[in-house]
């Protein structure tokens, strides 16, 4: 090969593209989840409104394509040949990164993945560079890297962390006060108020902030600079008489309004600030590529000292870019996925919850019920009404004949969110500081939500573990984005072939995830929840009832049939992974019983009686399921303790018993699934016949223990086995016989 560095900068554009990719996938939750958890516009005008601000703000963001350049490292300090290593170690950490958390829905922040791994491809290349020198110590590495202009990163996250948390909550408490949850009965003069106030902050940060640093800017420089007051005073005036306007004569919502403003302003202070973190290193490696071929120096001698100069960003890249990210936040299912988990943290009612409380969320929980009950001793009781008065939620009685489903919260509350990370990111822009975008969306939307009361005592240690599982994922982040890149850094230096060999690697991993994400995706289709608002008949309480009975039967037979086999073979892996499933069966079924109140809600009049049913057949398939729980565990630590296996006699007891039971629960998924209810009383006569073999096996391994047998571990594993195995049997039949009860009975009634 006549020029690596060709191909290396073709890999880098190809990675680029995947960056933009699985990053816009990402970030998408920072502009949209909003909007769409308002419900205040259909998602496809939000979808149209975000693709404008996306694409504007990807014109006017090359002032931040210098932080890629010279924001970390000190580019005079390294070769041509060097800096294009720490670029390749870059790019393939920070696809590998993102897409591992996008397969998972979990919002992180591609700014501090770019950050810590620029700093950590620096400093190993700085490590090697020291030594191989002889004069040069490890103190020496604080002149390879920008520690003045990193730090300053990384004190602006951290702290836009409080900052964005405090000032959300701050605005949305006030403007809570203001408004109520009655918003729509406020005089016309507060919505034009708020309207101005709004739409203001929006367009000044946005547009004139926003544009500084930009090639834009000089156009309308002179017109900026110095007028700052007369400007914001200016504009306040202005869009307060437009708001008015659209709402006394078009009649329209201004909050609705504002989300649409702030969609778009936000998608565009997103695209401003954080494409940076896509394209940034490669196109500094463009530049450097350029600057070294005009040299005529070899690429191990030629300083880099260039980059630290200013170069414009070429338009053409910044448009191909834009179109990229655009067509991404239309057709990435994985960024439907991060949008969820940031509305489900931030919605305003109870519903499923994604994430489980631990030590610290509990111990956040209680202390900020202990410092609540403290105000409230100091607040007068007439001050507390007043305010308790601007919180209460509006009760909204749903039509009985059509589904309907609430927002995860208000426009009031949609509104402050954009406002707030729009005016915090666009001041972080204007300073040319990649401010982590999902930092202050997510900080924001969580500190609207805590003062909106959202986090009541139903759900708050759930939200905050979910928060402290968001945040504490973001500083993994950085730990893991500072120690992969180095390593790549390294071994791409020992040698330039490890280059294809990584690439291969990504294109592996990658296809991996994707399909673990696919196989994930189609297991959740499959999982019925109960959460929602539309009627239940007695009917609809069959079919919801039969799929699950069903479908755990299918699910029961496999996992006894695996634990019998593996067992025979003494194969610790498969019991293992075995074990895994019953752990997840266990888990929908807990999740189906914690959604009984919901079920319950969403009965129609006539159907109240089936609550009792419902319960009752959750009951036992939990009972069911906790005894293929125990076999499962049992059988797994026996194995792992390393116990002598079962002796073939047990083992053919065990193997006739699960045919028996394979029959009497492929039976029963049978029936369920083709709805044929009048075969339940020739299966719950099976039970029987099963019954006898499990008692018949007891008392063989009586008679064993009285002659031959001398494991006391074999014993009781079989004797474990033996009875919950009767013990899910029995479940199973008082499940069949109270569906066959309620059969009946529904019969009747129609």
Same mark, same amino acid.
């Given at each position: 090969?006549?020029?690596?560095?060709?191909?290396?900068?073709?890999?880098?554009?190809?990675?680029?593209?995947?960056?933009?990719?699985?990053?816009?996938?990402?970030?998408?939750?920072?502009?949209?989840?909003?909007?769409?958890?308002?419900?205040?516009?259909?998602?496809?005008?939000?979808?149209?409104?975000?693709?404008?601000?996306?694409?504007?703000? /990807?014109?006017?963001?090359?002032?931040?394509?210098?932080?890629?350049?010279?924001?970390?490292?000190?580019?005079?300090?390294?070769?041509?040949?060097?800096?294009?290593?720490?670029?390749?170690?870059?790019?393939?950490?920070?696809?590998?990164?993102?897409?591992?958390?996008?397969? +998972?829905?979990?919002?992180?922040?591609?700014?501090?993945?770019?950050? +810590?791994?620029?700093?950590?491809?620096?400093?190993?290349?700085?490590?090697?560079?020291?030594?191989?020198?002889?004069?040069?110590?490890?103190?020496?590495?604080?002149?390879?890297?920008?520690?003045?202009?990193?730090?300053?990163?990384?004190?602006?996250?951290?702290?836009?962390?409080?900052?964005?948390?405090?000032?959300?909550?701050?605005?949305?408490?006030?403007?809570?006060?203001?408004?109520?949850?009655?918003?729509?009965?406020?005089? /016309?003069?507060?919505?034009?108020? =708020?309207?101005?106030?709004?739409?203001?902050?929006?367009?000044?940060?946005?547009?004139?902030?926003?544009?500084?640093?930009?090639?834009?800017?000089?156009?309308?420089?002179?017109?900026?600079?110095?007028?700052?007051?007369?400007?914001?005073?200016?504009? =306040?005036?202005?869009?307060?008489?437009?708001?008015?306007?659209?709402?006394?004569?078009?009649?329209?919502?201004?909050?609705?309004?504002?989300?649409?403003?702030?969609?778009?302003?936000?998608?565009? /202070?997103?695209?401003?600030?954080?494409?940076?973190?896509?394209?940034?290193?490669?196109?500094?490696?463009?530049?450097?590529?350029?600057?070294?071929?005009?040299?005529?120096?070899?690429?191990?001698?030629?300083?880099?000292?260039?980059?630290?100069?200013?170069?414009?960003?070429?338009?053409?890249?910044?448009?191909?870019?834009?179109?990229?990210?655009?067509?991404?936040?239309?057709?990435?299912?994985?960024?439907?996925?991060?949008?969820?988990?940031?509305?489900?943290?931030?919605?305003?009612?109870?519903?499923? @919850?994604?994430?489980?409380?631990?030590?610290?969320?509990?111990?956040?929980?209680?202390?900020?019920?202990?410092?609540?009950?403290?105000?409230?001793?100091?607040?007068?009781?007439?001050?507390?009404?007043?305010?308790?008065?601007?919180?209460?939620?509006?009760?909204?009685?749903?039509?009985?004949?059509?589904?309907?489903?609430?927002?995860?919260?208000?426009?009031?509350?949609?509104?402050?969110?954009?406002?707030?990370?729009?005016?915090?990111?666009?001041?972080?822009?204007?300073?040319?500081?990649?401010?982590?975008?999902?930092?202050?969306? +997510?900080?924001?939307?969580?500190?609207?939500?805590?003062?909106?009361?959202?986090?009541?005592?139903?759900?708050?240690?759930?939200?905050?573990?979910?928060?402290?599982?968001?945040?504490?994922?973001?500083?993994?982040?950085?730990?893991?984005?500072?120690?992969?890149?180095?390593?790549?850094?390294?071994?791409?230096?020992?040698?330039?072939?490890?280059?294809?060999?990584?690439?291969?690697?990504?294109?592996?991993?990658?296809?991996?995830?994707?399909?673990?994400?696919?196989?994930?995706?189609?297991?959740?289709?499959?999982?019925?929840?109960?959460?929602?608002? @539309?009627?239940?008949?007695?009917?609809?309480?069959?079919? @919801?009832?039969?799929?699950?009975?069903?479908?755990?039967?299918?699910?029961?037979?496999?996992?006894?049939?695996?634990?019998?086999?593996?067992?025979?073979?003494?194969?610790?892996?498969?019991?293992?992974?075995?074990?895994?499933?019953?752990?997840?069966?266990?888990?929908?079924?807990?999740?189906?019983?914690?959604?009984?109140?919901?079920?319950?809600?969403?009965?129609?009049?006539?159907?109240?009686?089936?609550?009792?049913?419902?319960?009752?057949?959750?009951?036992?398939?939990?009972?069911?399921?906790?005894?293929?729980?125990?076999?499962?565990?049992?059988?797994?630590?026996?194995?792992?303790?390393?116990?002598?296996?079962?002796?073939?006699?047990?083992?053919?007891?065990?193997?006739?018993?699960?045919?028996?039971?394979?029959?009497?629960?492929?039976?029963?998924?049978?029936?369920?699934?083709?709805?044929? =209810?009048?075969?339940?009383?020739?299966?719950?006569?099976?039970?029987?016949?099963?019954?006898?073999?499990?008692?018949?096996?007891?008392?063989?391994?009586?008679?064993?223990?009285?002659?031959?047998?001398?494991?006391?571990?074999?014993?009781?594993?079989?004797?474990?086995?033996?009875?919950?195995?009767?013990?899910?049997?029995?479940?199973?039949?008082?499940?069949?016989?109270?569906?066959?009860?309620?059969?009946?009975?529904?019969?009747?009634?129609?």
């Amino acid at each position: 090969m006549g020029d690596p560095y060709i191909l290396m900068l073709v890999a880098l554009a190809v990675l680029a593209l995947a960056d933009l990719v699985v990053g816009v996938s990402n970030d998408a939750v920072n502009f949209l989840n909003s909007a769409i958890g308002s419900k205040a516009i259909p998602i496809k005008t939000i979808m149209i409104i975000a693709s404008f601000g996306v694409f504007i703000g /990807a014109v006017t963001s090359s002032g931040m394509m210098e932080v890629a350049r010279k924001g970390i490292f000190n580019p005079d300090m390294f070769m041509f040949e060097e800096i294009m290593y720490i670029f390749m170690a870059v790019m393939i950490t920070d696809i590998l990164l993102l897409d591992i958390f996008n397969s +998972f829905g979990m919002p992180t922040s591609t700014t501090v993945s770019i950050v +810590f791994e620029l700093l950590g491809a620096a400093v190993a290349m700085a490590l090697i560079k020291i030594s191989a020198s002889d004069t040069q110590t490890i103190a020496d590495i604080w002149s390879y890297i920008n520690d003045k202009k990193a730090m300053e990163i990384i004190t602006g996250i951290v702290i836009s962390v409080i900052v964005a948390f405090t000032v959300g909550a701050i605005v949305q408490y006030f403007s809570r006060l203001i408004y109520s949850f009655d918003f729509e009965k406020r005089p /016309a003069y507060i919505n034009a108020l =708020f309207g101005g106030f709004a739409i203001t902050a929006i367009t000044y940060f946005i547009i004139i902030k926003g544009l500084k640093g930009t090639p834009f800017y000089g156009n309308i420089k002179g017109l900026v600079e110095g007028n700052s007051v007369a400007i914001v005073a200016g504009s =306040f005036a202005l869009w307060s008489l437009i708001s008015h306007g659209i709402v006394k004569f078009f009649k329209l919502n201004i909050l609705v309004v504002i989300i649409a403003v702030g969609t778009f302003s936000l998608a565009m /202070a997103f695209a401003g600030n954080d494409l940076v973190n896509f394209i940034g290193v490669p196109i500094a490696a463009l530049n450097s590529y350029e600057a070294w071929q005009a040299s005529g120096v070899a690429a191990d001698q030629f300083s880099m000292g260039v980059l630290a100069k200013k170069v414009p960003s070429n338009v053409w890249l910044l448009l191909l870019a834009g179109a990229v990210m655009v067509i991404t936040l239309w057709t990435s299912k994985k960024a439907k996925a991060v949008i969820e988990t940031g509305i489900n943290l931030s919605r305003q009612g109870e519903g499923q @919850e994604k994430f489980q409380p631990n030590n610290l969320s509990r111990v956040v929980v209680r202390l900020a019920m202990f410092t609540n009950k403290g105000i409230n001793l100091v607040i007068p009781s007439k001050t507390q009404d007043y305010i308790n008065s601007k919180f209460e939620k509006p009760i909204i009685k749903l039509p009985k004949d059509k589904v309907y489903e609430l927002p995860a919260f208000d426009l009031v509350r949609a509104a402050v969110n954009l406002i707030m990370a729009s005016i915090l990111i666009s001041i972080a822009t204007s300073m040319k500081l990649p401010l982590s975008t999902t930092y202050v969306t +997510f900080m924001v939307a969580m500190g609207t939500s805590l003062a909106d009361r959202a986090w009541g005592r139903e759900s708050a240690v759930y939200r905050v573990a979910g928060v402290l599982n968001v945040i504490g994922g973001w500083f993994l982040t950085a730990i893991v984005a500072f120690t992969a890149a180095g390593i790549v850094a390294y071994l791409i230096s020992w040698h330039i072939a490890m280059i294809p060999v990584l690439l291969l690697l990504i294109i592996g991993l990658v296809t991996r995830t994707s399909i673990m994400y696919s196989r994930k995706s189609k297991e959740e289709k499959k999982q019925v929840y109960v959460e929602r608002a @539309e009627l239940i008949s007695i009917n609809g309480v069959i079919e @919801e009832s039969s799929d699950h009975i069903a479908g755990v039967a299918e699910r029961i037979n496999k996992l006894f049939s695996s634990v019998v086999n593996d067992l025979a073979n003494h194969d610790l892996i498969k019991l293992r992974k075995t074990d895994k499933h019953v752990t997840k069966l266990n888990d929908e079924i807990d999740s189906l019983k914690d959604g009984v109140f919901y079920f319950i809600k969403s009965l129609d009049d006539t159907s109240v009686q089936a609550s009792r049913f419902y319960i009752l057949i959750l009951g036992y398939l939990q009972d069911v399921a906790q005894s293929i729980s125990y076999i499962s565990r049992a059988t797994y630590k026996h194995v792992n303790n390393n116990h002598k296996n079962l002796k073939k006699g047990q083992l053919k007891d065990l193997k006739e018993i699960d045919g028996t039971l394979s029959s009497l629960l492929s039976n029963i998924k049978d029936v369920f699934e083709e709805r044929s =209810f009048d075969k339940l009383s020739l299966i719950i006569e099976e039970k029987r016949t099963l019954l006898k073999e499990v008692s018949r096996s007891i008392e063989k391994q009586v008679d064993r223990i009285r002659t031959d047998e001398t494991s006391p571990k074999n014993t009781t594993l079989y004797f474990s086995i033996l009875l919950e195995t009767q013990d899910l049997v029995s479940g199973l039949i008082s499940l069949l016989e109270t569906y066959e009860e309620f059969h009946i009975s529904s019969k009747n009634l129609q």
